[in-house]
């Protein structure tokens, strides 16, 4: 809101830049043997999971960690239309269903557990969510098929690249809801009640309103992301749609970005995933032991990301929200 | 509602609150007038706090009611007291860190009295102005010393368009000179703005320099209200703050 006119143009050349080279990079490559096209569009699905996470957790200072609910509602809802024969193969209706479907679950719990939770117990309340549905989607007799899971018959598959468009859309809309949310009204809400909720409630604004708010911003893209998963993967189970990666990575990803940032989490998105891979390609045996301990070092090392190192502000924001404070001990 | 001509801005109604055993408010009457300065002193434990919690809805009182401007307001939401007229400062400064000192006090007109855009933007700087911080709008706030953070906090209050401010011991941890500027800052806000005051303060000093009418409290009762020189005379209050003289 306040850079100058100079700065600002240069970063939306830079973006559309970027953009415009997502768009023609698997037109110019064999897209179905690329790998790197295949890490592109994880990459996307990341960068909407992780701006979800952090309108809510890193610009409102709501921590989730229930994300994986939302995913799992997402892949369920868009597996079960698909069964019944409501949803087609890459039904942009099914799509938003299943990112409304975790919408509607985000504002049902998240009036009683924003209104009655602060911090960690909120985070441990959401947390709670993911369990539950995962439980409950195991228990759900032939309506979720327990166990074994819903299968959607992969013979429609013809190519990668409809995912990656879609991918590359959905993160690119979430970028710019969230640039237009964090450069309004509404984001000044959400920041004032991260700094100060009763503050921010004694100069009137609303905090529950906005809670959910961002709250349901977030859930709604994490489903839309859930949905084109289960599209990809053809196959939905408890263990693969209610998976606590769909929380941590993304999580990991906007703190080692910038949590409260606009660009960091894109940053973060795309250096963990590369170093992960280089990892991966380096010493696949010892690879889980490297990244956990990666996890480890930026957390404790780099609280403010790799945006902190690009703007020179280090605001210790991470160290103030409520789960990550007893990293603040450690300094 | 009138009283002497004037508008009745804040009127508690009886007000009596406990916790556990302990009667921390016993049926206190207070009012406040339109442009008027009201201060509230009372040794620890008299139950200041309290009363001004009761008033910003952190408690429901047991018995009695809160008016504001003739309305029952007694234990409606906090940003609905803001919508109303009521804004506060607080006694541990409550800015927003990160923000700088402008976004702090468009906060408050955008969301305390439902501005717009320049409008919005026009009356964060007069109330920045109106403290003596216009200089300082672009700081963050995480960067700013008690005393500017203390005014900020009374500027953010303004920009709301408040009927009534409560302010909650502004002098807190402020040295000699800071406390002279705060004083002005005060008097400034209630004679541009004519804005009522409630204001709470352990610095008896500051408060009979100012007020208009002065409030004692001791033990949750009211047992002295009047002008300040009246105050400083009476036989109870000197009673409560230094105790009875030996027979």
């Not at chain 2, 508008?7 to 609150?17: A, C, M, P, Q, S």
Request: net charge positive; aromatic share 10%; hydrophobic share 50%.
């Amino acid at each position: 809101m306040l850079q100058e006119p100079l700065k600002r143009k240069t970063h939306l050349s830079i973006a559309l830049a970027l953009v415009f080279f997502f768009v023609i990079y698997p037109l110019l490559v064999d897209a179905e043997a690329s790998y790197l096209v295949f890490l592109f569009y994880t990459a996307f699905m990341y960068v909407t999971l992780s701006q979800g996470w952090n309108i809510a957790a890193g610009y409102a200072g709501q921590v989730s960690l229930g994300q994986h609910a939302f995913f799992g509602i997402g892949c369920y809802v868009t597996a079960i239309t698909w069964r019944a024969g409501t949803a087609g193969y890459l039904d942009p209706l099914a799509m938003l269903m299943s990112g409304a479907g975790a919408a509607v679950v985000a504002i049902v719990v998240g009036l009683p557990l924003l209104a009655k939770l602060r911090g960690d117990y909120f985070a441990l309340g959401t947390l709670g969510l993911g369990e539950i549905l995962r439980v409950a989607a195991l228990n759900g007799g032939s309506f979720t098929e327990g166990a074994a899971g819903i299968s959607i018959p992969s013979d429609v598959y013809q190519s990668i690249k409809p995912y990656y468009f879609i991918a590359l859309l959905i993160s690119v809309l979430t970028m710019l809801s969230l640039w237009f949310i964090a450069h309004s009204r509404i984001g000044l809400a959400l920041v004032a009640i991260r700094e100060d909720e009763t503050a921010a409630s004694a100069n009137g604004i609303p905090i529950l309103r906005y809670k959910i708010l961002a709250f349901t911003l977030g859930a709604f893209v994490t489903g839309l992301c859930g949905s084109l998963n289960a599209y990809f993967v053809f196959h939905i189970d408890t263990t693969g749609a209610f998976n606590l990666n769909w929380v941590i990575m993304p999580i990991l990803m906007v703190i080692l970005g910038g949590v409260g940032t606009f660009v960091g989490p894109v940053l973060g998105v795309f250096s963990l995933i590369a170093a992960f891979e280089l990892i991966r390609l380096l010493t696949p045996q010892l690879h889980p032991i490297f990244s956990g301990a990666f996890i480890i070092l930026v957390t404790l090392f780099l609280p403010d990301g790799i945006m902190s190192y690009l703007t020179g502000h280090k605001n210790r924001l991470l160290h103030k929200l409520s789960p990550f404070k007893w990293l603040a001990l450690n300094k | 509602m009138k009283n002497n001509g004037k508008d009745v801005v804040l009127r508690l109604e009886k007000i009596t609150k406990s916790f556990g055993g302990l009667m921390a408010l016993n049926g206190v009457d207070l009012s406040v007038e339109q442009g008027q300065i009201v201060g509230l002193i009372g040794p620890n434990g008299a139950g200041k706090t309290t009363l001004f919690n009761v008033v910003t809805s952190l408690y429901k009182p047991d018995k009695g009611d809160v008016y504001l401007a003739g309305k029952k307001i007694t234990g409606k939401p906090s940003h609905q007291l803001c919508h109303l007229g009521i804004s506060r400062t607080f006694q541990l400064v409550k800015t927003f860190l990160s923000l700088t000192a402008f976004k702090n006090v468009l906060i408050g007109a955008i969301y305390g009295h439902g501005m717009r855009g320049r409008q919005a933007r026009e009356e964060a700087l007069e109330a920045l102005r109106l403290v003596g911080l216009a200089d300082k709008k672009e700081v963050v706030t995480a960067h700013m010393t008690l005393s500017d953070r203390r005014l900020l906090e009374v500027a953010r209050a303004l920009a709301a368009k408040p009927l009534i401010t409560l302010v909650d011991e502004p002098m807190a941890g402020l040295n000699p000179s800071e406390i002279i500027n705060m004083l002005k800052v005060i008097k400034r806000a209630r004679n541009e703005r004519n804005v009522a005051i409630l204001w709470v303060e352990h610095k008896v000093d500051a408060i009979f320099r100012l007020c208009d009418r002065v409030a004692v409290l001791d033990y949750g009762r009211k047992i002295a209200e009047g002008k300040p020189e009246e105050i400083a005379q009476n036989k109870k209050v000197i009673e409560a703050y230094l105790g009875k003289p030996p027979p």
